[in-house]
């Protein structure tokens, strides 16, 4: 009796910890998530890891090479921009921007997505219906163009940008949270809570909502790659974050013109676009891979 | 079946309703006054206001504004520009066969690629090169489109020298307007007894490198359907009665197994129909390319409002549309359906 229940003991597992072991397994997943914690520490630390101001201009040092290339400055590593701004340090900043408007979007499209999500999947019925068909309309516009036509409404700059692809965002947050609010509400527990004389709305947020988190995490890692790479085609269309701004798009579109004559002025803001997309796109997989219960072993 | 497809006709008309309401409210919306914001530095002389406010019909009450610009839409009759002074509908489609080429260029590249590639990931699962390809697909995925064609243009255009930086087609060569297609209209008899090939090559060297661009995130999402379809499929048990029948390995992975992982790839292919709109946005404003993209950002820029919502009621409609012949395909050729 003794052995068997410790046996047992042993047996269990944290959620969390049986979590990690699936998750650590996934090297794509450990390679995004390094790729997410290094532009983390670069937005967090950007004053003190840039070595020049994001806004300083050197006069007699205007579209310098990076510095291991012949004609560069060992004081600007990546060399500096057509007003002489040093790149390193932009970019280090754009770090903070980007995971700014990545933290910004997923938080504004996750909360209303999800309140949608779980009301159309609670209630069902006319409310359903209703909130679909809102869905319909978001997702008849192409992302950018929504984007676009809110952005035009509203007006050019990183905020309107923000919101704009945070409204292009709700509409994959309300359809994965319906789905499994949907099928959450058919089982057990919940009827065992309305039986004690729950409110929806307790239903809804203490019951379903708990058990929609395993694609809600997901979609959420994928909403800040998406966030991020929208806002930043807005800032490369002039239509996001506006000069002097450090924010990786508009520095894309600011190198355009000088596209022969220094190439790492387009290369490099872009890899660092690339990266933080990746690196949220890796953790997604991961995290679906890990969370979702139909493809565990 | 009859059912379902009847029941997404009756939701096509709240949303397309959605749809209309919301490129009405695209003017109306701006703050401050919209006829003034069009004006801009041509000045405010009250008779150009007052003209240009009953021409854009704001001097009515919004039910009926809204009546009217349904009835006109409906009519095909979406106004003219503000810039250009031509109808909307006239320059959407004078733009559109570049669009609808170099989207298609596009897609014919990245299903070129991708589903091959797929298969061969799912046939060799968890080898080296279905890692190595399914990372690979994942960058694609991830790839921010106007920086990507920018780095092909730095590779391909200005450290070669192979292709064209922008453009449709040499400012040397005057192609007549036939399909709107100039892959078609430069195989014109006339222009062929004029020019011989040279523009249809042009033509090609100048779509290379924008279907690449706009065509590599279709590429990743086809490679990665291809893969995990192919992967479901090949499990299936008449996948087993083929083997065991001793059938070839190739005659059951090509028409056992790929004739029915299709299906799914052919609706994802439908449905990329959006995407595309989004990436000719991008990928036409770096390559010049005069397409709707390029015109509806520069319609954004130049305070184009007319352009702006007749563009987008379009755009959207036309998403709607193709999202429902979709389905109508998917519930035809899906046995499953039936």
Redesign the interface.
Known sequence: MQSNIEENKSDYEHPLRDFWVGFSANKGALIGLAFILFFVFLAVFAPLLSPHSPSELQENALRLPPSFYEGGNASFFFGTDDVGRDLLSRLIYGARISMGVGFLVVFLSASVGTLLGLMAGYFGGKVDWLIMRFVDILMAFPSILLAIVVVSVMGPGLFNAIVAVAIVACPSFIRIVRASAMEERKKQYVMASKTFGASSFRIMFSEILPNCMAPLIVQISLGFSDGILNVAALGFLGLGAQAPTPEWGIMLADARAFISSDPWLVTLPGLCILFVVLGFNLLGDGLRDTLDPRLKK | MLNFLLKRLI?LV??LL??SL?AF??IR???GDPVMLMLGERGADPKVYQEMKRELGLDKPILSQYQSFLINSFRGDLGRSLVSKRKVTEEFFGRFPATLELGLCALFFAALIGIPLGILAALKRNSFFDYFLM?GS??G????I???G??L??IFS?GLGLTPVSGRIDVLYDVPTITGFYLVDTLSPEVLAEEGLAPFISAISHLILPSIAMGTIPLAVLARMTRSSMLEVMGEDYIRTAKAKGLPYKKIVLIHGLRNALIPIITVLGLMF?????GA??TE?IFSWPGIGKW??AS??A?DYPV?QGG?LF???M??LINLAVDFVYAVINPKMR
């Open positions: 939701d709240p949303t959605g749809v919301l409210f695209v919306l701006v703050p990372g994942l960058v995925y991830s790839m921010p106007f920086w990507w920018l780095i243009i730095i200005v959006g995407s595309i709109i989004t946005i991008l404003t509806l950002v954004i820029n305070r702006i987008v755009i959207a409609t998403v709607v």
